[in-house]
């Protein structure tokens, strides 16, 4: 299993690069950023972990060194946010690095698992689908958005209510997109259930939406989360690994082209949105099945998804657009 993490060098890619050269699952690791990646690689390589390491800046083929043979990459590369600033405020500048990952992507190493860190995530999947089908090799199954980092919080912040041991034991889905209200958790279907009284509800919710913003908030201009979004970035690759060397059973919230992935197309269908964040079964090509369970949404999460669905959509068409209609330099 060959890994790459694209914008290695930064906040969420230097603790994301150490999980991942401890992870037993990865024998290469191969770190890519336009800045420090000779520090970040030669530092993690005293480690004395299975995975071996290099790391490339863009002279020299950097960037085809460091993609060819991946099986999977994930891409933390873009800048972040800073107080006052909306996701798509990034939008500009992201966008444009996105779309140049995934041309290296397209060329080197087609086959691999793609998962998207860099924000808005909301467009920058939309960005990644576009330029691999316009080189001809986009494989829905193989695209995600990574949102892991909503139902984390999710998780973390009802322990309040429940007062579980192991947050990570009570399974929340969080539907939708990464931003704002497009960010919808399911609190009806957590599993275990869980009793929210009804005056709760309503601040646990804001509170998963507006997650990111707490965060940005707290660093007051020195960026936004990069630790808990290394842990739940982690936490989804190693799934995504897991499921390709055959566990079975495996299902996570995550963003992905509907109409590309088994029971995708009846959600697009309902919600007017062919990229979604469902609970999503993975397996050892990618995406196996999309579970819809926006049927089983009480009343209160319903009107969130009403008002979550418009927003996507425009997020959704402007990542495409960005591909189809290339701002003039
Ligand atoms: N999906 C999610 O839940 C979350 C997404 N994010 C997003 O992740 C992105 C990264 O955040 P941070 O690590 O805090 O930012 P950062 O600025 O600390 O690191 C970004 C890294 O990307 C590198 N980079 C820039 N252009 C590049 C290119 N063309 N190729 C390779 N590397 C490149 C930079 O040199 C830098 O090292 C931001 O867009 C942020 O909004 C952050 C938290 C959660
Ligand atoms: O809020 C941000 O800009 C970073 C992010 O996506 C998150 O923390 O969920």
Redo the contacts with the bound molecule.
């Keep these: 299993m060959k890994a790459v993490v ?2 290695a ?5 230097q603790p994301l690069s150490l999980l991942l050269k401890a992870c037993p699952l990865v024998d290469h690791l191969s770190l ?5 990646t000779p520090g970040v690689t030669a530092d993690l390589s005293h480690i004395s972990s299975i995975a071996k390491i290099d790391g490339y800046l863009p002279a020299d083929d950097g960037m085809k060194k460091a993609l060819t043979g991946a099986d999977i990459v994930i891409i ?6 800073k107080p006052g600033m909306t ?1 798509d405020d ?1 939008f500009k500048i ?1 966008a444009g ?1 996105v779309r ?2 995934i041309e290296g992507v397209a060329e080197h190493c087609p086959d691999a698992f793609v998962l998207v ?3 808005p ?1 909301n467009s920058t999947v939309p960005i990644a689908a576009e330029v691999l089908t316009a080189a001809g090799n986009f494989n829905a199954k193989k695209l995600f958005g ?2 892991t ?1 909503d139902v984390v919080r999710a998780e973390t912040f009802v322990q309040a209510i429940t007062g579980t041991k192991d947050p990570a034991q009570t399974v929340i889905p969080v539907i939708g997109g ?1 931003s704002g209200e497009t960010i919808v958790p399911l609190f009806s279907q957590a599993k275990p259930s869980v009793d929210i009284p009804k005056e709760k509800l309503d601040e646990l919710t804001k509170r998963v939406q507006q997650g ?1 913003d707490e965060v940005v908030k707290a660093k007051d201009g020195a ?4 630790l808990s ?1 290394a842990y ?1 970035g982690y936490r989804f690759a190693e799934r995504v690994m897991q499921a390709a060397k055959g566990k079975s059973g495996i299902v996570e919230s995550t963003f992905v082209y509907l109409p590309g992935v088994e029971g995708g197309d009846a959600i697009a269908k309902e919600t007017g949105c062919n990229y979604f964040s469902v609970p999503v079964e993975l397996g050892k090509e990618g995406a196996v099945k999309a579970h819809n369970i926006i049927g089983s949404a009480n009343e209160y999460e319903k009107k969130l998804l009403q008002t979550c669905y418009g927003e996507l959509k425009g997020n959704i068409e402007k990542g495409i657009d960005f591909v189809k209609n290339p701002p003039q330099k």
């Design positions: 694209a914008g060098a930064g906040g969420i890619g890519y950023d336009v800045v420090n933390p590369a873009g800048i972040p946010r996701r990034l992201n690095i140049g990952l860190i860099s924000n995530v990574v949102t980092l990464h990111g960026g936004s989360a990069t979004m739940a």
